[in-house]
């Protein structure tokens, strides 16, 4: 049979074309072995020379068997076949044009090209998609070798890169499908297979996983340009949405590809209709199904979303067929429906001058956003957010909404979700960086302007009211309305006699006519028409040759004559002269006559223009009041996101951080705070934490405005230096640590440091303040550079230890503070081989130092204490033998303090009177003392101790270098090497020993400078009576701690004194001090402070809010420190979690926090605390019971935790004594994260709270149980829970009866939960045992509180009541002392703990 009446068919699958079809079909007769493949092969080409694209027709079978065994022949003939076949292809595509235009081509001509086309691009396209197959495969083992030299193994397994082959091939298909080629079909109708055979390899290419890559960009342009010519010129609309709606549900990588390719259809082709099809498809979706198909979903969202970025007004006509999916579940589908309307509100409906209908349409989609704000899903909330976010940064909100959205961004501050709280301050801050009202956004500095043109306003308003009143109608008009009424009056005028008429007053000769017109006409405007006819009457006979007197026809009756002239002097002259002179209307009036005519045509500017004054008066007062709600509203999301600084999030620190620098910028005076409270955060463990506060503050303080590098310095200086005005101590430290790093990185730049020298030394005019802060900043910057302050070490001296009188003690404080910065202040590293910096003492620092400090002892300045301690440690860090230099000054003081006495006592007195001494004198010797004994400790247990340390070192290494042997085998290096590290710990343990035992037996020996002071010491703080100077006292008590730190022996005969002083004296001040005093005794001497560990946590409650907060610090440093035990007591730090001092209360939280990391300390405690916070002798109240618990219970995760806390509770009902206890008990179950395990816990203890469920609150506690239980469960725990809500209800309304009576009535089906009761009853007896539960309960609190309640009151009435009075006198009596009985017998050894002993 002839070739051309053969017919090729488009099969679906390859093998169909191996099966005889039906009359004329073509199929291939022969599949070659692989060895003939090449030679077929080169008769292929051969013959495709002579006869063209034709040759197909009788060489197909090669082809076919090429493509048939493709994976076993060799690469360089699929490269030949490839290349050979796209000849093919081209050739056929450069013939076919004329082919197409041969009006004479016969039917087997075109048939044989039809069969050529249909051929030639089946080949090609099969050959192109085995290809593709292979190297995907390939593709997929180099992913699991690693990609080093991945092209070159794709290069070498198949000779070229396919990836560069792929453009040209769609290319040519596209070259193809351009032409007319549909004439070759009958009836020219392309049949369908063939469109599908081109446009499926398209789609068999985009399911590639690479193809979004960008080295693809080509491939995948080449694929959408030929499917957009499929689209236009072979009806695909319909194949290609279907297609496109599969691919976005299968394929998750190819929704950024398909929405290139379906906007460039959109717009380069025109073909937008495919945008309405495939939205529609989309819109058609169940939300139902999409809820469960979370692939699907998450294409067709991202597939909305980037459609939207592209094409916003093309798909706005179909966004109402996507509104369903705002009610669906699934909330991917909700953010893309969202973030579309958001893009088209940003494109499409930006701009003032919409139409209605357009401002209508943006303002439906801006409420659907803002609705969505409060949407139950948290990605939904913030991704609203985003969207705002990007509308206020492209001012395209509307002023009228900025108000609205404020809120719900302030709102949204407070949400659970941390990414929501997030993206509510990153709005917050576009708001700010984008608000169309004011550089300062500050609220006070606003209010003012807004009063005063408010005010301005209403006077406006009510002038142009009064002027509205005012102003008269036309002339004509006013004349016809009165007209009535003035005839009326003057017919009555008429008919009385003349001699009952009233006189009138005489017009004055001066008066001329236009003032007469001008009263009469006043006259008639004031509706006085009887005065204004006598006075017309008078003018008649008074001006008779004067217009418009003059005109009168004596034929008129005199009523027409007088209603005449009243109208004509009311309506103006114009009207009279118009009347009987029309010619000489205009020019012969006067300039009198002329203005009443001319009145409306000047006053109409003039009320327009005030028209517009008043509207721009509007309009400022509307402006200004949005500025101010606008700060308002800034003022309170600052109160809010300043508590959010100490999050554990760090992005959400970062966001915070960067909005009080955009706040700070815009002049928003409480941004100050945020910035100073966010200054601790340099200490941070997070370096993106540490990075944001570096960068905050480089922003806001290192690029000041100037024009020049001076001027800039000036302004850089002047700012750091408001951030000192009333700082704390931790503030300098963490302002200090960030100029520490500006300086390594040398971000300061050399002016800076000039000028701050220059007012240092008062070569620029400075005030003492900003000569004082010059010295600070310097010594702050010292510690990144020390030669900043090294270099000039004499002129600082100079500085701030001048010779004049008074002495400036604060600059000499700050001067001591920056040469301390010049030596490292920490122990010495065994690493460190040179001797640590110090100076002689005979360096004139130490001269000036002990000059300043022993003048300045016998004067009361209380700047000279803070002085003294600084100057002090000053000596012990930079003198060598400071000892010595400090006794010096000791002595110096002492010997003044002694003339002082001597003075004070003259020898006339009696000789019986002590003589007294000035407190201030006896507070500054007491606390210079109490400042040496301590810097004499740290002297040697740092610097004495690294110093021994640093010399062992260096001798050890010199005689190992001295001693080794030439020769030395292993072993002996082995053996020497342990030795030496023996003797190394040997050598550390006796320096160690040497240094307890100076401070045992030296520093406070009789011999020692130190010891002369204490007797004088202790008699101070054993007479509170006679000592009651609170400075004196104070001082005192600290000296006391401090003399405590350096002997363990002083310490143990000192503590009664000191806890009798921390719990019975009156001073808060005091009572901190020594709380402070005791935290360190803690660590320094365990031992000795463990048996008054209770007296420490009683000061949790101290009344003093001081008190409190210090105790807090200092019982949380020393738990976390496992330095204390933590005992029951510690119910007395979760009560701080409800001070009403927001600081302690936020203190108390951190402990619990960090607590909560250490083992299951917090799961042990809960039983003990829940006791202790709801007894009703020593507990708190019901509603401050619930916050504390609630945050306590927070921190229960785990289920063994849970399910373990919840049987202890519900065992826990069985000893509660009291309705409270049941409620409290019943909210603490309600608060546990209970599981299905806890429920069982609870169903088999049920017979513990049973017969507690009558209460209303336990009841609804147990309710709301079941509630959370219900959220996510099981159908099959669904039952359970069932059956546990029916319990609780049957106890709730008839008692514990009607349980047994609801499990008889259940019969066997409920036979499970029945038999898990049995148990419960071998629990119940064991209850003692289980009441007394070491974990649940202290022991000794139970006996005290519960068995014997009266116990603990007596024991509260003998303990003796030691009260400080002033007006005692003998030493016997003044003793504060705690008696014999009072002081702990028990020394239990502490030691420091592991974290395992807090694991149960």
Not at 1219 to 1236: G, V
């Amino acid at each position: 049979m002839s070739l051309q009446l053969i017919e090729f068919h488009l099969p679906l699958t390859p093998e169909e074309l191996l099966k005889s079809g039906g009359v004329n079909q073509y199929v291939v007769q022969e599949v070659l072995s692989i060895k003939n493949l090449p030679s077929q092969l080169k008769a292929f080409q051969t013959a495709f020379q002579a006869q063209g694209p034709l040759a197909i027709l009788e060489h197909f079978d090669t082809v076919y068997s090429i493509l048939h065994h493709f994976r076993s022949i060799d690469p360089g003939l699929k490269e030949d076949a490839l290349e050979f076949l796209i000849k093919v292809v081209s050739r056929h595509a450069q013939e076919l044009p004329a082919i197409l235009d041969d009006a004479i081509l016969s039917v087997s001509d075109r048939s044989a090209h039809l069969n050529a086309l249909k051929m030639n691009c089946y080949a090609l396209i099969h050959l192109l998609e085995s290809f593709e197959t292979m190297t995907s495969k390939t593709g997929l083992m180099d992913l699991d070798l690693g990609g080093k030299g991945k092209k070159s193994r794709v290069k070498s397994a198949h000779g070229f890169d396919w990836e560069e082959e792929r453009q040209p091939i769609l290319q040519l298909l596209t070259q193809l499908l351009q032409l007319d080629i549909r004439h070759l079909w009958n009836h020219s109708i392309i049949e369908e297979e063939f469109v599908s055979l081109v446009t499926g390899c398209c789609y068999r290419l985009l399911e590639n996983p690479t193809i979004g890559h960008q080295k693809n960009r080509p491939t995948r342009e080449a694929i959408a340009h030929l499917l957009g010519v499929a689209l236009t010129r072979y009806n695909h609309v319909l194949s290609a949405t279907v297609k496109i709606i599969q691919m976005l549900q299968h394929f998750e990588h190819l929704a950024p590809v398909l929405v290139a390719a379906v906007s460039l259809w959109a717009t380069d082709y025109g073909m937008k209709s495919i945008v309405g099809e495939i939205v529609r498809e989309i819109g058609q979706k169940c939300p139902q199904e999409l809820s469960r198909d979370a692939s699907g979903a998450k294409g067709f969202a991202a597939f909305l979303t980037e459609l939207a970025e592209r094409v916003p007004a093309i798909l706005m006509s179909s966004m109402c067929i996507l509104l369903d999916h705002l009610d669906g579940e699934n909330y991917m589908m909700r953010n893309a429906v969202l973030a579309a309307m958001a893009e088209m509100v940003l494109q499409v409906l930006n701009g003032d001058q919409l139409e209605e209908a357009a401002r209508n349409t943006r303002d439906q989609f801006l409420d659907t956003l803002q609705a969505h704000g409060h949407d139950v899903n948290s990605f939904v909330r913030s991704r609203v957010l985003q969207l705002f976010t990007r509308i206020v940064q492209q001012k395209a909100l509307p002023l009228t909404r900025f108000q609205a959205m404020m809120a719900l961004a302030v709102g949204r501050l407070a949400d659970k979700s941390v990414l929501v709280c997030k993206n509510a301050i990153q709005l917050l801050a576009s708001f700010l960086a984008n608000n169309p009202f004011s550089c300062k956004l500050s609220d006070v500095d606003l209010a003012g302007p807004l009063q005063k043109e408010t005010q301005k306003l209403q006077e406006m308003r009510a002038e142009r009211q009064t002027a509205a009143v005012s102003s008269v109608l036309d002339p004509e008009e006013e004349w016809e309305a009165m007209l009535p009424e003035l005839k009326s009056t003057l017919q009555q005028l008429l008919k009385l006699p003349q001699e009952e008429e009233e006189r009138p007053e005489e017009i004055p000769t001066a008066e001329t006519t236009e003032e007469v017109e001008g009263h009469i006409r006043r006259l008639l405007a004031k509706a006085s028409y009887k005065q204004a006819i006598i006075l017309t009457r008078e003018a008649l006979g008074h001006f008779q040759e004067s217009e418009p007197f003059s005109h009168m026809d004596p034929e008129e009756s005199e009523e027409t004559r007088l209603l005449n002239l009243l109208g004509t002097i009311f309506k103006g002259p114009a009207a009279y002269t118009q009347e009987n002179n029309p010619q000489v209307s205009a020019e012969n009036m006067g300039p009198g006559q002329s203005g009443c005519k001319d009145k409306p045509s000047v006053s109409e500017p003039e009320k327009s223009r005030g028209k517009d004054e008043l509207v721009k008066q509007e309009m400022l007062v509307q402006y200004l009041q949005d500025a101010y709600s606008f700060s308002l509203k800034i003022t309170e999301a600052i109160g809010i996101i300043s508590k959010m600084m100490y999050e554990n999030t760090t992005t959400v620190v970062q966001e915070v951080i960067e909005f009080f620098v955009t706040a700070f910028q815009f002049g928003v005076p409480q941004a100050l705070f945020g910035v100073r409270r966010m200054l601790p955060l340099i200490w941070s463990k997070e370096p993106g934490v540490r990075e944001a506060v570096l960068n905050a503050y480089r922003q806001l303080y290192l690029n000041p405005k100037g024009d020049s590098a001076r001027a800039k310095a000036h302004a850089l200086i002047q700012n750091l230096s408001l951030l000192l005005v009333d700082a704390s101590v931790g503030t300098i430290q963490c302002l200090e640590e960030i100029l520490c790093e500006f300086v390594r990185k040398d971000e300061l730049k050399p002016a800076v440091t000039q000028l701050l020298w220059e007012q240092a030394t008062e070569k620029v005019p400075c005030s003492p303040l900003e000569r004082c802060s010059s010295v600070m900043l310097l010594g702050m910057m010292a510690r990144g550079k020390p030669e900043i302050v090294g270099s000039n070490l004499d002129t600082l001296v100079n500085i701030g230890l001048d010779e004049k009188f008074p002495q400036d003690y604060r600059l000499a404080q700050q001067m001591c503070h920056a040469i301390g910065n010049i030596s490292d202040r920490r122990k010495p590293s065994l690493g460190t081989r040179h001797p640590p910096f110090r100076l002689p003492q005979e360096h004139r620092l130490f001269e000036r130092l002990q000059e300043v400090v022993t003048k300045g002892f016998v004067h009361p300045d209380p700047l000279w204490i803070p002085f003294k301690e600084v100057a002090v440690t000053l000596i012990y860090q930079l003198a060598e033998g400071p000892e010595m230099v400090c006794a010096q000054i000791l002595q110096r003081c002492a010997k003044q303090a002694l003339e002082k006495l001597v003075e004070k006592s003259s020898p006339q007195d009696d000789l019986k009177k002590t003589p007294m001494l000035s407190t201030f004198l006896l507070m500054n010797l007491l606390s210079l003392a109490g400042d040496v004994a301590l810097q004499q400790l740290v002297h040697l247990e740092q610097a004495v101790s690294g110093e021994l340390c640093r010399r062992r070192v260096l001798r050890e290494e010199q005689e190992h270098k001295t001693k080794e042997p030439k020769g030395k085998n292993t072993s002996t290096e082995t053996t020497m090497e342990e030795e030496m590290g023996l003797v190394g710990a040997t050598a550390e343990d006796t320096e160690a020993e040497l240094i307890r035992s100076i401070c045992e037996m030296e520093l406070l020996d009789e011999e020692q400078i130190l010891a002369a002071f204490v007797p004088l010491l202790l008699k101070v703080c054993n007479n509170p009576g006679l000592y009651s100077n609170p400075e004196l006292c104070a001082a005192a008590s600290l000296t006391l701690g401090k003399f405590c730190m350096i002997s363990a022996t002083f310490c143990d005969s000192q503590l009664r004194l000191l806890f009798t002083m921390l719990e019975k004296s009156s001073l808060p001040i005091i009572r901190s001090n020594i709380m402070i005093a005791v935290g360190d005794l803690a660590i320094r001497f365990p031992n000795l402070v463990d048996p008054w560990t209770p007296h420490l946590y009683a000061r949790l409650r101290d009344p003093a809010q001081q008190v409190r907060k210090t105790a807090g610090l200092v019982i949380t440093h020393l738990i976390l420190k496992d330095m204390v035990k933590v005992k029951g007591q510690v119910s007395d730090m979760a009560v701080l979690l409800i001070d009403p001092v927001p600081q302690i209360a936020a203190l108390a939280k951190n402990f619990f926090n960090e607590l909560s990391h250490k083992g299951n300390t917090v799961y042990t405690l809960l039983p003990d605390i829940i006791s202790r916070l709801s007894d009703p002798e020593g507990g708190v109240d019901e509603e401050p019971f619930h916050t504390i618990m609630k945050q306590l219970l927070s921190y229960i995760t785990k289920d063994k935790q849970t399910e373990s806390l919840a049987e202890k509770l519900c065992h826990r009902f069985r000893t509660a004594r009291t309705e409270r206890q049941y409620r409290d008990l019943a909210y603490c179950l309600s608060q546990l994260p209970l599981t299905e395990r806890g429920l069982h816990k609870m169903l088999d203890n049920f017979e513990c709270f049973g017969d507690k469920l009558s209460d209303e609150s336990v009841f609804s506690a147990f309710l709301s149980v079941v509630g959370k239980l219900r959220r996510g469960a099981k159908p099959e725990v669904k039952l359970i829970i069932d059956e546990f809500e029916q319990k609780l209800r049957a106890c709730h309304t008839r008692g514990l009866d009607a349980v047994e009576e609801l499990e008889i009535g259940q019969g066997d089906s409920q036979k499970t939960p029945s038999a898990k009761k049995q148990p419960s009853v071998s629990r119940h007896q064991h209850l003692a045992s289980a009441a007394s539960d070491n974990d649940f309960i202290t022991p000794e609190l139970r006996r005290t509180a519960r068995r014997q309640p009266n116990t603990q009151q007596q024991v509260r009435k003998k303990k003796p009541r030691i009260v400080f009075s002033s007006d005692e006198s003998s030493e016997e009596e003044l003793s504060a002392e705690m008696t014999e009985d009072e002081t702990p017998k028990k020394t239990t050894p502490i030691r420091r703990a592991s974290t395992r002993r807090h694991r149960s």
